[in-house]
């Protein structure tokens, strides 16, 4: 490659801005400025990356995949070999635990399942610590250090918590997480406090923590890793790319994710709208977002939505009414007010995608059904499954068409869950009307409980037998 295009790619990703999303303010920022929603509005911020650059680089794709068979540290990462459309120079201090570069796979009972004839699913679990957040730490801890912060925060349900903590460990960052206490699975706990983070254990609901991180935001040496923060999503939209490139550049009809703070949708949507924007592809998937029927309020707006304000091009509703005491046990996405909303809603509006909501039961069935392909993944990425079956049924997805679930966290992040879901003793504290809580038993339509067996040949023989 000559030196003038590599210098236009380089220069694509300095010459990025911060600019705030709502087109009657569009106010734009420089990149090193230490902000998180926009100052002269309080609207969401995104990156925008001098696109037009790299539309005269020739290989792009080519150059991205080449990258993957290199050892070099950034090459080797899935998110940096994406570099020409990240906002950094190439001298940039990476903070990389080599994430990304996840499997796609195919995945026949769940498509049964689903009511379709194949699915695929992307396993954003297989990375470094079990869950997709590392895609969007390694962007974000590197800013940090750009920026010269001494310590790093988030707000957490388990996964941001346990990926920024061993980011910030392999960057020598001072790291607090603050976490809803009691409700967090251990193993997520227990990864926070490996890497050696402040781990604080909050009074309060996962909300509670988040507003928490906003009163933080004015402090200069702290610096905020949620994905209200842009270059968290910078590095999570390269799962659009790494898809793309998985499928040979045939773009998916449907691309499906839980929701839950909204900035992996949010990420997906900006991904797939730049690939388009560049001319890498002639059209986007639709985007859906699925939540767990207790924690929905993303969801719940959508439904309430007018014809008109539903396209391509809608103003975006001012407001989200939260939910106060969100529940499911998908820890993971028990969040009442997700920061990202407005950029999640518009990402599904573009695409013409939906948004919907999942039972506990579904939820468990799905995420058993996915394990039954080889495939485990923490309750919160199974509402996808549970969630195509039901726009499938809907026809909102129809059998033949190409669909890819994201699944977003790894099985072990969560083992107790699976256990008692095998066991027959899952069960939910929902809400009544009252306002009291119920507990509702949850059935293991796939169950799969250990049995005790005798230690003897004849009796394995038996088991086997019994069990065909
Ligand atoms: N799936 C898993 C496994 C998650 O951990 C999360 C979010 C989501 C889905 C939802 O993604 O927030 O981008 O819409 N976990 C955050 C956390 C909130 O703190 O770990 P989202």
Not at 109 to 132: D, E, I, M, V
Not at 268 to 276: A, H, Q, S, V
Not at 409 to 422: E, I, Q, W
Request: proline content about 6%.
């Amino acid at each position: 490659m000559s030196d003038a295009i590599a210098k236009t790619a380089q220069k694509a990703g300095t010459t990025a801005v911060q600019r705030c999303i709502l087109p009657a303010c569009a106010a734009q920022f420089g990149i090193r400025e230490q902000i998180y929603v926009c100052p002269r509005c309080g609207g969401p911020l995104e990156i925008e990356i001098p696109l037009e650059l790299l539309k005269s680089v020739p290989d792009l794709r080519e150059r991205w995949q080449a990258r993957a068979a290199s050892h070099a540290p950034r090459d080797r990462s899935g998110v940096w070999r994406f570099r020409e459309t990240l906002p950094f120079d190439t001298d940039a201090p990476v903070v990389t635990l080599f994430e990304g570069n996840t499997p796609l796979y195919d995945a026949p009972r769940s498509a049964k399942y689903a009511g379709l004839t194949a699915l695929r699913l992307k396993h954003q679990g297989c990375n470094p610590t079990a869950s997709f957040k590392d895609t969007g730490m390694t962007t974000a801890v590197t800013q940090a250090k750009l920026l010269g912060a001494r310590t790093v925060v988030c707000a957490s349900t388990g996964n941001t918590a346990a990926s920024l903590a061993a980011y910030a460990a392999r960057a020598e960052l001072q790291c607090a997480i603050l976490l809803p206490q009691g409700q967090i699975s251990p193993a997520k706990l227990a990864q926070s406090m490996d890497y050696g983070a402040i781990v604080c254990e909050i009074a309060g609901n996962f909300d509670d923590c988040m507003r928490l991180i906003s009163e933080l935001s004015d402090v200069p040496s702290i610096y905020i890793a949620n994905s209200i923060n842009p270059f968290r999503i910078e590095g999570q939209k390269t799962v659009a790319f790494e898809l793309l490139e998985q499928c040979g550049w045939r773009v998916p009809d449907h691309v499906v994710v839980p929701g839950g703070n909204m900035g992996n949708s949010s990420a997906l949507g900006k991904g797939f709208d730049e690939m388009l924007r560049l001319g890498l592809i002639d059209r986007l998937p639709k985007i859906s977002v699925i939540q767990a029927e207790g924690s929905a309020p993303l969801a719940r707006l959508f439904a309430g939505l007018k014809p008109s304000q539903i396209s391509a091009d809608a103003a975006l509703p001012d407001e989200i009414a939260p939910i106060a005491n969100p529940r499911t046990l998908a820890t993971a996405i028990r969040i009442g007010a997700p920061v990202s909303w407005k950029k999640a809603l518009r990402a599904v509006l573009r695409t013409h995608g939906s948004i919907i909501t999942v039972t506990e039961q579904e939820i468990a069935d799905a995420k058993a059904i996915i394990g039954r392909d080889g495939i485990g993944c923490e309750p919160a990425s199974a509402t996808t499954v549970a969630g195509i079956r039901k726009l499938t049924a809907a026809n909102k997805i129809r059998a033949g068409e190409s669909v890819v679930a994201v699944l977003t966290g790894n099985v072990l992040k969560d083992p107790d869950y699976a256990s008692n879901y095998h066991r027959g003793t899952l069960s939910f504290e929902s809400a009544t009307a009252e306002g009291t809580a119920k507990t509702v038993p949850i059935s293991g339509a796939f169950r799969n409980a250990p049995e005790k067996v005798a230690a003897n040949k004849g009796a394995i023989l038996k088991s086997l037998e019994t069990r065909r």
